[in-house]
Nanobody, 125 residues
């Protein structure tokens, strides 16, 4: 089993930046891909970005391309999500998730087996 702990959320103004971190512990050898999802009040959880740990292949949702950058530090078992030019619509609870190795990058929440508790990002207008 994998334990995930997110950090880095907060309250920022429109146009601001944040860097979210997600550190994994436990059976980290079983992780193939780590993803970032977000869920706003009244909306479904959606994937925003993911990274495959062995080769660094990445995925970004169209809504965040050019503003979000995902990266990983395998030695620290940590994945980062750098967010710039924040918009009010980015306000959500951001979750880190881990999926096992597979061909391709999993894009749906049911493909991820381990989840963090989430970190809140609030963007004021």
């Amino acid at each position: 089993q994998v334990q995930l702990v997110e950090s880095g959320g907060g309250l920022v103004q429109t146009g601001g930046s944040l860097r979210l971190s997600c550190t994994a512990a436990g059976s980290t050898f079983s992780i193939g891909t780590m993803g970032w999802f977000r869920q706003a009040p009244g909306k479904e959880r959606e994937i925003v970005s993911a990274i495959r740990l062995n080769d660094g292949r990445t995925y970004y949702a169209d809504s965040v391309k050019g503003r979000f950058t995902i990266s990983r530090d395998n030695a620290k078992n940590t994945v980062y999500l750098q967010i710039v030019t924040l918009k009010p619509e980015d306000t959500a609870l951001y979750y880190c998730a881990a999926a096992g190795p597979r061909i391709g990058i999993p894009l749906t929440s049911n493909q991820y087996t381990d989840w963090g508790q989430g970190t809140q990002v609030t963007v004021s207008s």
